[in-house]
């Protein structure tokens, strides 16, 4: 599991070993306590053994020197006293430490997407629409609640109808813009605030054989004229966190076609109330709402 747009000189780390349950809620509640471009986290499993199966270390990457009595005060919330007073904090050298966290993980299924590094083409199957998305310093790996929420989102509509003009707001890596162009072989609209996350999601468009349909833009919501001029969309997505989905209802409501849908996510179960009144208030309700390790993505559409 890795969370967070990984910040670009994370200088600074915080570290523990603990089970699964404890190390999924701190990355959890750590990475929604900071700003996405300067905080992230990984969470994975070790081969040390604990009572009750393997342990798990969770390290937290930061572009800025952390307030450690603060980030004992959230993991004590999230996980207990014990676990706050058993952080270690250090530097860590410069390194590929997005590549060292993702080493592990297996392939993610969601429907008949497939997302998975270069080292396990082999698990591919005939009839998969494969995404290849390999280690890099933007959001979007696929095994994140949040990134698999919204492609089984998409492989639902995908069974009532192909959109034909898509949006990706917030792309990241570009997984969910790769997953609809792969899917519809259609041009899809993205883009993304960090330079960093737009330069990956074009290489890995690219790399996922669909560079042709996906030209990723700098933007903030659809502040670029590039984006607008696509509209009207039959579908946007936007898996970032509550407060821009709240801010961006207006400007995202206005692009999107009469019969079109939004699948938004990237919010805890407590955001959701406060992101439905906001979209509610441009006219769209909840279609349907999916929750998958603590994180909710919802399909919103237009009507009553």
Not at 11 to 33: G, N, T
Not at 83 to 106: H, I
Request: contains cysteine; glycine residues 10%.
């Amino acid at each position: 599991m890795l969370e967070g747009l990984p910040p670009n000189n994370a200088a600074y780390m915080m570290r523990l070993v603990c089970d699964e349950a404890r190390a999924r809620a701190i990355a959890d509640l750590v990475v929604e306590s900071f700003e996405p471009a300067e905080t992230a986290a990984s969470a994975f499993e070790t081969d040390a053994p604990l009572a009750n199966g393997k342990a798990w270390m969770v390290e937290v990457y930061f572009g800025f020197a952390p307030d450690e009595d603060l980030l004992r005060e959230l993991v004590a919330a999230a996980a207990g006293e014990a676990a706050a007073a058993a952080l270690e904090f250090g530097r860590t050298p410069e390194r590929d430490w997005v590549a060292n966290a993702l080493a592990g993980l297996s392939p993610v299924r969601a429907g008949r997407f497939l997302v998975h590094g270069a080292h396990d083409r082999a698990h591919v199957k005939a009839n998969d629409i494969a995404i290849e998305i390999e280690a890099a310093l933007a959001f979007g790996t696929g095994h994140h609640g949040t990134t698999r929420g919204c492609l089984l989102h998409l492989e639902r509509v995908l069974r009532r109808w192909r959109p034909r003009r898509i949006l990706d707001v917030g792309c990241g890596t570009g997984v969910l813009a790769i997953a609809a162009a792969k899917a519809l072989r259609t041009k899809v609209a993205l883009g993304d605030i960090d330079p960093v996350a737009v330069a990956i999601a074009r290489e890995n468009a690219r790399l996922n054989g669909v560079g042709a349909l996906l030209h990723p833009l700098v933007s903030r919501g659809v502040e670029r004229r590039e984006l607008r001029s696509g509209a009207p969309y039959d579908l946007v997505f936007a898996n970032i966190l509550a407060k821009p989905l709240r801010a961006l209802a207006p400007s995202l409501s206005a692009v999107i076609a009469p019969a079109g849908e939004a699948i938004v996510s990237g919010l805890l179960g407590s955001d959701v109330p406060g992101v439905l009144a906001a979209w509610r208030a441009q006219g769209f309700f909840l279609a349907e709402r999916m929750d998958l390790e603590g994180w909710a993505s919802l399909r919103l559409r237009r009507g009553g």
